[in-house]
């Protein structure tokens, strides 16, 4: 899919040791693989995204496999906790290998 477009919300400033809540979604298609082409009657190929990942200055604080089932844009909603300010990297992966990511920044004190 060209236009996988991911969206994320995180707080722009926290306190040292809280427990900030995220949320993301992204907007994908999601074919599952069972589809008929209606032209050629032939089965549209799986793709799903099947992996999410999100790092904190460059470590993993949250992943997930995802399974044919998942919805259509799928939404990932985690809590993490940050006890200093830095940067969050997410990463979605899709069947073909192809990422999505996008980056935010949250200012600690």
Not at 48 to 65: C, L, R, W, Y
Not at 74 to 87: A, C, L, M, N, R
């Amino acid at each position: 899919m060209k236009h996988a477009k991911p969206r994320v919300k995180v707080p722009k400033k926290a306190a040292k040791g809280d427990v900030i809540t995220i949320k993301t979604l992204i907007s994908h298609k999601m074919e599952s693989g069972r589809r008929k082409d209606k032209k050629t009657g032939e089965l549209i190929p799986r793709k799903i995204i099947n992996h999410f990942k999100a790092e904190f200055n460059g470590t993993e604080v949250f992943s997930a496999n995802l399974e044919p089932s998942v919805s259509a844009n799928p939404y990932i909603q985690f809590s993490v906790k940050v006890d200093e300010s830095g940067t969050f990297k997410f990463t979605w992966t899709d069947d073909d290998g192809s990422m999505y990511g996008t980056e935010k920044k949250i200012a600690v004190k």
